[in-house]
């Protein structure tokens, strides 16, 4: 059956076409699945193609291609930690995304610290955390994030010593719902309590500004293939002096200031350099920071609008058809970003992704997105809201971002009626 938009729909501002914020695509492939890889922008693709003649090692040659390579790397490094607003004293260390961003962090921790974190977070921001970490229930509104975060971090300074240090994780924007977290509240919260805080930025950064003075957050990860930079490259950026004093994440080359004769014989440098060991990933640096340096030029503020208004005709259109649900934490109106995830009752979520893909060359995310807690949970409130019992255990999630257009949108709303 056909679908029925609403009337009142917002039309979509227009938004001056900037060739490097293009993404690259295949003509008549709909992908919606930006949440789990952005497709890439012409502005990384032009510059690693402008980079790869001159393709040769980093920090460990004196040739002129080994000069270039170093100069790009560094300035890379530059021009991604402007882009988030890092400080003076914080390193900007590269890394595979951020699961790996975070794993480093974990792996920084001073001993005794505790972690305190929520269950709506991505696996990411769950698993890499020592034992007897915190972990906080789904709160039910963003308010409720702050004063359960205030609870917590007030028991815990009440029943261990004051002096161990605590660290608060959290995200900028759910991967499952999109919707955004009280960040800069949250971390009031946590500077009164004496506690550190990173933000897990995968999924709000290629949607909006972030900026560490701004938010004050301690640490910030972020993936380059969510940011349209898909050649394999994260940044950890933050604090100097845990990192410094932290053993290598990747022991080897490049890590170290002296290996001696003797096995365990090793001066280890400070700064980023000691968690990156090895040859780095030079063409995913530069294709990130190309990506941050197109951003700084565009208008976010007409992106960022462009992207609500197409969001808003996906939720009402997704609104408007009976059989399906869309999964959220909080409120309806709660502020989100570019991600929705919903069921279709009666059908198997894997079965319709197949469907959409074969049918209507759709591309979307089905399963439970690496946040199974989060994930199972809203199924079992989708499934009480709406009074239906016949929900799949597995959800589908669509997601949209610069290469996004209205026929898209569209396209998957029809499909989905075809469904009912």
């Keep these: ?15 001056t076409s900037s060739a490097p914020l293009d993404v690259l695509g295949v003509p008549g492939e709909t992908n919606l699945d ?15 193609a402008e980079l790869l003649p001159w393709y040769a090692s980093v920090h460990r040659g004196a040739g002129a291609l080994s000069r270039r390579c170093t100069l790009a790397y560094e300035q890379a490094r530059q021009t991604i930690g402007d882009f988030f607003g890092a400080r003076a004293d914080d390193h900007v260390i590269f890394t595979r995304n951020t699961t790996d961003a975070l ?24 698993l890499p955390w020592p034992r007897g970490s915190v972990r ?11 004063r359960d975060l205030a609870a917590a971090l007030t028991e815990l300074r009440r029943g261990s010593s004051p002096a161990l240090p605590v660290l608060v994780a959290v995200t900028g924007a759910s991967n499952v719902t999109g919707e955004r977290w009280p960040v800069a509240e949250l971390v009031r919260v946590a500077h009164r309590h004496g506690a550190r805080i990173v933000l897990d930025a995968a999924q709000l950064a290629p949607h909006a500004p972030v900026d560490l003075p701004t938010l004050d957050v301690d640490y910030l990860a972020v993936s380059g293939h969510k940011l349209y930079a898909p050649f394999g490259a994260g940044v950890l950026i933050g604090r100097a002096d845990w990192l410094d004093a932290a053993p290598p994440y990747l022991a080897g080359g490049g890590a170290t200031r002296h290996v001696g004769p003797a096995t365990h014989d090793v001066t280890w440098t400070t700064g980023p350099a000691r968690h990156e060991g090895g040859t780095p990933n030079l063409l995913g640096a530069v294709a990130l920071a190309a990506v941050c340096a197109a951003l700084d030029d565009a208008d976010r503020v007409a992106l960022a609008a462009r992207e609500q208004a197409l969001l808003a005709r996906l939720r009402t259109g997704i609104a408007a058809l009976p059989h399906v649900v869309e999964l959220r934490t909080f409120g309806p109106d709660a502020p989100r970003v570019g991600i929705v995830s919903f069921v279709v009752a009666g059908r198997d979520s894997a079965d319709v992704a197949a469907r959409l893909a074969s049918e209507h060359r759709i591309g979307v995310r089905d399963g439970l997105f690496c946040a199974h807690p989060l994930a199972r949970r ?3 409130e989708a499934a009480a ?13 669509a997601s949209i971002g610069l290469g996004s257009t209205v026929d898209q949108v569209d396209r998957l709303l029809a499909a989905l009626a075809e469904l009912g």
């Excluded at 709406?386 to 255990?393: A, E, I």
């Design 1 to 15: 059956m056909p679908v029925t938009l609403v009337p009142s729909l917002p039309t979509l501002p227009t938004v």
């Design 34 to 48: 930006y949440a789990a890889t952005a497709p890439c922008a012409q502005a990384a693709a032009d510059a690693v």
């Design 103 to 126: 794993n480093l962090l974990g792996r920084a921790l001073p001993a005794g610290t505790t972690v305190v974190t929520f269950a709506g977070e991505h696996h990411a921001n769950l």
């Design 136 to 146: 906080l229930p789904v709160p039910s509104d963003p308010a409720g994030a702050v």
């Design 378 to 380: 809203l199924l079992t």
């Design 385 to 397: 809201r709406s009074g239906r019992r016949d929900l799949p255990p597995t959800a589908l999630r």
